[in-house]
Structures are given as C-alpha cells and as structure tokens.
C-alpha cells in the first residue's frame, strides 16, 4: 500500500487496487425565524431549560400546529438560491418514533412532497476547479428536543427548548467524491443560506449540522452499501470523518467482509466513527400526511414576488467581480463565500486597483484578523481605510514595504493610513536630488566595493540598493533608487 | 390486501406492539391476533373498489393550510409545561436513563 | 320533583331572562338531579363549587343586563375537552390524574357566553367505542328501561345518558364516526355533528384528527342550534378551521323546508336493520314531504365501504395520536429501569383493551409494507365517498338516513368489535365526506327504546339542517322521557 501512486482526492489505493468514495450529504440547517415552525415560543439559543416551550411544544393532549409563514418563505428562498424546482404545492407528514425528546411521538416533517425538489449548486475546489452537485430536494421539518444523559446515574433529563425549532433538510445527491468535495460543499450551501438570510450558519451552536452517507466502490462498479455519519457540526469533522468512514470500509471489504447499511457516530477524540447501536432496532417510521395540517399551498406569483427579494448569490457576484475589479477567479471566490466579505471587499476597492485591493484584503488583512482571532465584522480597519491604503500605495505615496508597516499600525491604532504615514514621515522619496544624495554617500563609503562592480561583479548592484533604502529608512522609491544607481555606476 | 401475506400471526403482533410501545401480555396475543384478523379481514373488502385513476383524499376541508407570522407568543410557563410531569428536576423532565 | 328540570336549553334561557328563577336555583335544581340519577355513572367528575361560583356570575349579569346568549344554563362535558384546573382524562386510566393548564377552545367559547359547567361526562376511552363500555371507569347506563341496564351508545354515551336524564340541561360530545349522532339515537335526543372545521378541535384530546369535531347533544333541535351557536367560530389556533362566518341559527328554527328535496339513499335499508326504524323511517320520510318536500331516491354507492375506510384511516391517525401518551410529561407513568420498557408497561397498563387493539390496527396499516394496500386505498375509497355525496347534492338538498341500524342494546352483550363497529354504519359515511349530520328521536320501538333519524347537509349548511330538522321534530312529536331521567 501506498506506493507512490498519484491519488486524486477521494481515492483510496488498496490492496485490491483503488477505491472511490460516493458520499451524499443532508445538511439540516436551522431557520433563522423568531419562533418555531408550529408554535410561538421562541427558537432563541441558550434559555432555561424548558422555557422556550409551549403548550404545542410539550405535545400536550389538544394542541395544534400552526406554520409559521417566514419559515415557508426562507424554505422557499433557498430553494431558488440552489436553482430548484419550487413545489407549489407539499405536504406535511408525521414521522412516528418513539424518543424521550419528541414529546408528539412523531416529527412533522415532509416526506413524499416536499416544497423544494431538485436543483444543482457549483462548488469551488482548493485547485480552482469547479464541480456541479445535484440537490434532491429541501424540506421543512421540526427539530427535536435534547436528552442530558450525564446529569445523574440513572435518569436522563429532557429539555424541549429546541423541540419544534424549524429546520431544513437540504439533501444532495450522492455526486460528492471526495471529502473535500464534501467540505467544499456544506460551504457553499453556508454561503448561500447567509447570503439569502434564512440560516445564521452557525456550526457551534449547532444551526448547521450534516449527515454523510458514504460507500465506496471500484471505479465503475454500482455502488456500495452505504452507512450514515450522523450529526457533523465542522466541516473539519465532515472531512475527517468521511475519510476514516471511507478508510473503515474499503478494509472490510477488501478482507472479504460486508458492510452493514447502518447509522454511526464520529468520535471526534480517536477520529473514527463508531456504531450507534441503540439505532439498530429497525425503525419503521409509518409516515403519513398529517391530519392537523392542510397542504401547503402557494401561488407561482408569490414565488415571484420571493424571488425579488434575493440577494445576488455568490456565483453571479463572483463573475461580476471579476469583471468589474479585473481580480482572479481564486480570489473572486474567496471574496464571495461570505456576504461580509464582499461588502467590505466592494467598499474598499471602490475606485482603487481591485486586484491589489483583493491581495491586501485576503493576505494582509484576513491574515491579521485570523492571528488576533477577530471576524471582519470587527475589523479594527475599515473598509475605506483600506481603501485609502491601497490608494497611497498605488499613487507611489508610500511604498509596498512602509505599506506593511503602516497597516500594521492601523491594527493597533484604528488611525486613517494619510494620518499615520503624515505623523510618521513615511512619505515615499521620490525626489531625483534627495535620492542621488544618498547614493553619493553610499558610493563615497564604498569605493572597494565600485571598483569591485565596475570591475564586473555584478552581483554587488543588489548592495548598493540595499544600502540607499536603508540610509533612506526604507522610504526612497525602489524604482528611481534602480534607474538613477544604475546611471551613476555607468 | 386480502392475500395471506397480510394475516397477522403472533409475532407480527410481538412486532406491532413493539413498534407501538405497548406491553401484551402473552395470555391476551392470542385473542389480540385473531380480533386484527377479523378486523384486517374485514377492511379487505376494499379490494372490490377500483382506485386506479383515484387520488387519495387526506383532508375535507376546501381551505388553504393557514400560515402565522413569526412572533413570539408563547413561551416562558415552564410551571405549566412541567406541572403534570410524573417526575421533573431543576426544570428538566426526569426519564429513566436513555442508552445511545 | 322539581319544574325546573322541566325547562329545555331554550325555555330556561327565556325564563331566566324572565327573572322566573334564578340560574342559582336551576344549577342547584341540576345537582340535586346529578345525584338522584348517580347510577348512570353519566359524570366522571363534578365541580359544584365552580358551578355555584359560575351561576352566581350569571345572576349578577341577568340583574345588570349583560346576559350573554346561554348565561346561567347548566351544561354537562364530555371528557374529551381539555378544562382548565379540571381533570381532563379522556375516560383513560393513562391519564387518570391529568389536569389541563388551558382551557378547549369550544368549551372556552360556550363559557364566555355565559354557560355554567356541570361537570365532565364520562365516554368511551379516547372516543374509540359505540357503547361507552370501553371508559375506564365503568359503563354508563341509558336512562331507558334502567332496570335492563342498556347501553348509552358511545363514545358521547355520558352526554347523551345526562342529556336524557335531565342531569344536564345540554352537554357537549365529540363525533369522529359516529360518536354524538349514535348515543343521541340510543338515548332518544337531539345529537348534531357540525361540518368539519366548524368547531375547533383546539384543547380537545385528538382522537383521528381528519374526523373528530365537535357538536351538542340537546333536548332539542332549537336547544342544538342554542349550542352549537356559540361552540363554532373560526379558530386561529386550528389549522383544520374554517375561517368561515356561520349565520345565527336562530333565525333559521321556522323556515321550513317547502320546495326542497330530501334525498333517499337506497344503500342505507339494507338487511340487519330493526323493522321499527325501517317504519320511523317510511314515517320521517312521509312527513318530510307531508311539509312540502319532494322526496327523491338516490344512491351512494361507495356507503358500504365507509365503515372499512373508517377501520383504517381513524386508527391509523389514532395510532399517532396517541403516541403522546408516554409516561413522560404527564399521565400516570409506571416505573422501569429503561426508557422503553417504561413506555412499554406505561402504555400497556394505561390504555385499555378497544383503545390498544386500535392503536395496533393503525400502527399495522401505516407499516413498511402495508401502507399502499390499506392506508392509501383507504384515503383513495375515501374520495370516492365524498364525491358520492357531492354527487348526490348537486340532485338534492338534504339527505334522510336512519341513525343506527338497532336501537339499543344491554350492556355487556355485544363482545365481539366488529359486531360493535356495525353501529356506526349510517353515521359513519357523513364523518368521512366531512358533512354535517343531525339525529333526532322520531319514535318508541316496541320495547319501549327510542328510535334516532339522521338528516345530512352540505358541507357548513348547518342553518338548513336546522330547519329540516325543526319540521321532522314537530312532525314526530317526540315528547316521551326516559324512565332513569330525574324526576
């Protein structure tokens, strides 16, 4: 094993020769709505136990649901960002379970006619190629509740807040090849739900979690058995865990075993997964339309009138940033994952050279926030300072070095770049008089060295220029120091 | 739906009552198993209906599924959603210990 | 023997109104009436002092002006409708000891307009029976022949066992297939099932949620339409509402029913059916056109495959319905080691022997493999039962049907299920188009029991049906009372 075989991504070179992965994820993201699908209480994050919880909620005998209208809407919304079929007509059906936090004994959720159906979204890859992934559909469905199992040694303790809290399930097909695929993939679709509005994203707090069904198979072959990685919450872990999954499988088989179609969980301290055996028990979820509720029903105007309100998605603003800023697709991409990104990036290179504007913004600047573990939102420098940085450096006022010094007081500082490089003296020299007074003196300290060079040891220019930047503290202009040096040493 | 398959024996009623969460006691399964029969058997008349060209039919009323806007109106009784619990601590519903 | 028990819903409204006695003396005159008639078993629970604080809110109003429509008239309810601080057990041991923090949106409404409550009424456990045997706590009796000891009908087998009795002025019930109409029938008095979404089902323990809905069971049919005025109302909290203004019935007691026409279903005399209703029921039909109806035969004839659509659908949704019931957030829990095994012995010991062959029957038509052959034919067959009735409404205006097949029975004699669900073979049909039907007492048969005729309207025709209703009940003069009513 692992000669050195040039594997793509998503292979796996075993024994009996490669291995593919086929891997399809369902992202369950959380509605970014005030209150729950079919109660009033709130969906807020972080309560007291039980407070968020209504009558309906603790599935108490006689209550009813009742939808919530924003939730249609940003199911709806979604369902046009991802370029699907809107279902203007879908229904709600009852999945029956039995578990301590589903006080109903079943989950609302929609099964045979969900409200969004097939799409395909683009996703981007680190080498800057692009694939396509087909969406199966959307749904709505409720969230269950949460069952604490360490407080004491023989009870669990169930609290409901998040009982009811409205959920999406967006579903792929199973396109996805390789685990960075995968990650590439649940980003795109974070993007797209923060672009639109209708999830926060948050993986932390659990807004956004994935399933991962994966199987592998020889190129070619149909595909195999699959098993499903329950409840991701990083796309590190989506990773991690799609390639051990994958890792585990490719071993049974090829020791002659089967795979068993199953749930599992990943253990995030031994980064493997691991059978969740309590699921075992074969489910039998007797779905059926649920009698307390009508279909849901909307009209194509409505859709239309949804549609208006989407904001540009992050491919199209992505072209057009590239047309617009003459910036590369790589950064375009980078600049569009996140809404935040794009809105500072435009401010800033508003007027400016957009392609240096993007280097600055994604080198420099995401490079700073990341060290001092700041989000752009908190930005000690705001887009307009950035701005004005790019526009000092561009008209030769300060130069690419100072640049560096000067944003880095305007970490610190907050202060607008004119103001530091004014108080500072940074002003670039780009004075022929000023410049060949320093190189007079560089010359008249290193006669050895002038005889060396006219001798023909080229090398030595690179000196000469060092010495005039340092004399000059770094501020003389690089280009004239070159030209006028040059003259000099003739 | 009248073919054999369809008759419930013993340990499809082991089943059912599993998946229904309902403790039988072995003495009443037999009773249990034939009344299902009796009452599958008679549902099967069914079968005589053509449905081919029949959508099912989940609700009468003609109206469209009524949507809420979304405010927070309810919430924050915990007393009243804890009040009937059979067992509850520090806010909690107490079940006993659940194995994942 | 006290007079007031003499007054109907809609005299005793204009009597105390009249000042002639005050709601104090006819609640009291009621309580006095709920314990000589304590044998029927008829209430599972009485708050006298809730009523005596509810009659002397009443009295206060009547002598301030502010009556409201049924202020200070005593009425029953059936254990089906969530009460607020009152024990709300559905007639099941599961939850023997639940008290509702909220209060059911119809009985809400029949307290804000002045009603004083009773108690609550026994019914067969969660509505699922037609002789109110299955209730946890025991069979009610029929005030009929009450030394034979005859069965109520069920599931409203309390309210309808009260109503006759003169233990409650009116009660409320519920109807999924039947369970107003039949026990109205076998009690010999007035039991209306509204349109589905009329009532909300809001703060009613659900039994199949596309059936269930709630109506009265009265004296009379004006007593109905009293009630069922202020038990309706479009209900934001119910999805399944009809956001749907329903005219004051009222105003339609005396329209007669000149020029209309009554359809005849030929499938409802079959065989099996007691010669004496087939005779009440040539009588209705006569007297119909006597008050210038035209008679027209039709035919439904997907009827026969109502009940087996009905034994599918209401126990597949009674099956998830009921799932709540799990020892977790309230109801009597019993004690296990594991989760499951909890739910196992909770549920297996809290529900009773018709209730967990039901949940059963559903859990076993929605399974993995069997969904397509039962649940979906039975929504399919469905259909077809609501489009028979649109069919026949597009000929006629109303339809006249026996109520039950029999008259009713001893208790304890009918033990076999399906003989049981054979009772609900008329009101059955109704329930699943999602009509609105009517049964009053048109007659005595020979041994003395009565006699129950069911009128069906087009969907939210409830004013017509009340009128319909108003000419076959003057027709029929049914002024007999039971022999277990209080004196």
């Known amino acids: 094993m692992n000669e050195s075989i040039n594997l793509k991504p998503g292979q796996i070179n075993g024994e009996t020769g490669i291995w593919e992965m086929v891997i399809g994820l369902e992202i369950h993201a959380q509605i970014s709505s005030k209150s729950k699908l079919f109660s009033g209480a709130s969906a807020s994050f972080g309560a007291e136990a039980n407070s968020n919880v209504s009558l309906v909620d603790a599935a108490m005998p006689g209550m009813l649901p009742v939808i919530n209208e924003f939730c249609v809407e940003q199911a709806v919304k979604t369902g046009l960002a991802l370029n699907a079929k809107i279902n203007n007509v879908s229904i709600f059906d009852r999945k029956n379970y039995f578990y301590a936090d589903l006080p109903q004994g079943y989950q609302i959720s929609q099964f045979t006619k969900p409200i969004v159906g097939e799409g395909e979204i683009i996703i981007d890859l680190d080498d800057g190629l692009q694939t396509t992934v087909g969406i199966e559909r959307l749904h709505l469905e409720q969230d269950a509740g949460k069952s604490l199992h360490d407080q004491h040694p023989s009870k669990s303790y169930i609290d409901l807040n998040r009982t009811g809290v409205a959920l999406m399930e967006i579903v792929s097909k199973p396109d996805i090849r390789s685990p960075q695929e995968a990650g590439a993939y649940v980003k795109k679709i974070r993007s797209i739900l923060r672009y639109v509005g209708a999830c926060d994203g948050n993986m932390e707090e659990g807004s956004l979690r994935a399933d991962c069904n994966v199987s592998v198979r020889k190129s070619g072959e149909e595909f195999g058995t699959r098993c499903e990685i329950k409840n991701l919450n990083s796309v590190r872990f989506i990773i991690q865990a799609i390639q051990s999954e994958a890792e585990r499988q490719v071993e049974i088989l090829e020791e002659g075993g089967k795979i068993n179609q199953e749930t599992r969980l990943f253990d995030t301290s031994t980064g493997e997964t691991r059978s969740m055996r309590s699921k075992e028990d074969a489910h039998d979820y007797r779905y059926f339309p649920d009698p307390d ?48 990104y794009v809105d500072f990036y435009q401010k800033a290179a508003n007027g400016k050279d957009g392609k240096l504007t993007a280097n600055w913004m994604i080198t420099e600047l995401f490079g700073a926030l990341k060290k001092e573990n700041i989000s752009l939102s908190n930005s000690p420098i705001s887009p307009e300072n950035l701005g004005q940085l790019i526009a000092l450096i561009s008209d030769g006022t300060i130069s690419g070095k100072i640049a560096k010094d000067v944003f880095a007081e305007m970490m610190i500082s907050k202060k607008s770049p004119s103001d530091i490089v004014k108080e500072k003296g940074l002003e670039q020299v780009s004075d022929d008089i000023e410049i060949l007074k320093l190189i007079d003196k560089v010359i008249s300290e290193n006669e050895d060295k002038v005889k060396d060079y006219l001798g023909g040891k080229d090398k030595l220019f690179g000196f000469f220029v060092g010495q005039v930047m340092k004399l000059s503290q770094g501020k003389a202009n690089p280009g004239m120091v070159n030209k006028l040096l040059k003259n000099k040493l003739k | 739906m009248s073919n054999k398959e369809s008759i419930v024996d013993i340990p499809t009623v082991n089943k059912i009552a599993r998946l229904s969460r309902l403790n039988i006691p072995e003495a009443s399964k037999q009773n249990l198993t034939n009344d299902l029969n009796n009452i599958l058997g008679f549902v099967a008349q069914l079968d005589e209906v053509n449905t081919s060209d029949v959508k099912p039919l989940a609700s009468v009323t003609g109206h469209k599924l009524p949507l809420r806007s979304d405010k927070v109106t309810d919430g924050n009784i915990e007393d009243l959603v804890l009040k009937n619990a059979p067992e509850s601590s520090s806010g909690f519903f107490v079940v006993p210990k659940v194995i994942e | ?104 949106t119809v009985t809400q409404n029949l307290w804000d307009d002045g009603a004083v409550m009773l108690g609550k009424l026994s019914c067969d456990e969660f509505a699922m029976g037609s002789s109110n045997e299955t209730a946890a706590k025991g069979n009610v009796v029929n005030p009929w022949l009450k030394n034979s000891k005859m069965s109520p009908g069920g599931s409203s087998g309390g309210s309808a066992s009260a109503v006759a009795a003169r233990s409650a002025l009116a009660a409320t019930g519920t109807d999924t297939g039947g369970s107003i109409r039949q026990p109205a029938a076998f009690c010999g008095i007035t039991g209306l099932k509204p349109t589905y979404g009329r009532c909300s089902r809001w703060g009613i323990v659900a039994f199949s949620s596309s059936l269930d809905q709630a109506g009265p069971l009265t004296r009379t049919v004006s007593d109905a339409a009293l009630m069922l005025n202020s038990m309706a109302g479009h209900d934001k909290k119910d999805s399944t509402s009809a956001n749907l203004e329903m005219p004051d019935l009222m105003n339609y007691l005396d329209r007669g029913i000149r020029g209309k026409k009554i359809g005849i279903p030929k499938e409802y005399t079959q065989d099996g059916i007691s010669d004496d209703i087939v005779s009440f029921y040539e009588k209705s039909i006569n007297w119909l056109k006597d008050s210038g109806a035209e008679i027209v035969p039709v035919s439904l004839p997907h009827t026969k495959y109502a009940l087996p659509v009905y034994y599918i659908i209401a126990p597949a949704e009674a099956s998830s319905n009921l799932a709540r019931y799990d020892g977790v957030r309230y109801g009597k829990r019993n004690e296990a080691a594991s989760l499951d095994e909890m739910y196992e012995i909770t549920r297996g010991n809290g529900f009773g022997e018709e209730v967990k062959r039901r949940i059963m029957i559903g859990t076993y038509v929605l399974s993995s493999g069997y969904y397509d052959a039962y649940y979906l034919k039975a929504q399919k067959v469905r259909r077809l039962i609501k489009e028979d009735f649109e069919n026949v409404f597009e000929e006629v205006d109303y339809i006249l049907t026996p109520s039950t097949p029999t008259t009713s029975f001893e208790l304890g004699k009918k033990q076999d299920p399906l003989t049981m669900y054979l009772n609900d073979i008329f009101t059955v049909p109704a329930s699943l188009a999602g009509l609105p039907g009517i049964s009053l007492p048109v007659g005595l048969d020979k041994s003395g029991l009565p006699i129950g005729i069911q009128l069906i309207a087009n969907s939210f025709d409830e004013p017509g049906l009340i009128s319909t209703a108003r000419v076959l009940e003057r027709s029929a003069e049914f002024n007999f009372i039971a022999d277990g009513a209080a004196k």
């Open chain 1, 293 to 340: 509720l009508l279909p849901l029903e909307f009209s194509d105007s409505w859709v239309q009138k949804i549609r208006e309100t989407l904001p540009e998605l992050p491919d199209l603003l992505k072209k057009r940033l590239v047309t617009d800023f003459g910036i590369t697709p790589y950064d375009a991409s980078i600049l569009v994952e996140e809404k935040d």
């Open chain 3, 1 to 104: 023997m006290s007079d007031l028990l003499k007054f109907d819903l809609l005299s005793a409204s204009i009597a105390l109104k009249n000042k002639e006695f005050s709601s104090l003396e006819l609640t009291n005159a009621y309580f006095e009436a709920i314990e000589q008639t304590s044998a029927l078993g008829a209430y599972l629970e009485i708050v006298k002092d809730h009523s005596i604080n509810m009659a002397k809110a009443s009295d206060k109003n009547f002598k301030n002006g502010t009556a409201r429509p049924l202020e200070g008239l005593p009425i029953g309810v059936k254990d089906m409708f969530c009460t607020k601080d009152i024990k709300t057990t559905a007639s099941s041991k599961i939850l023997e000891n639940f008290c509702p923090t909220y209060e059911s």
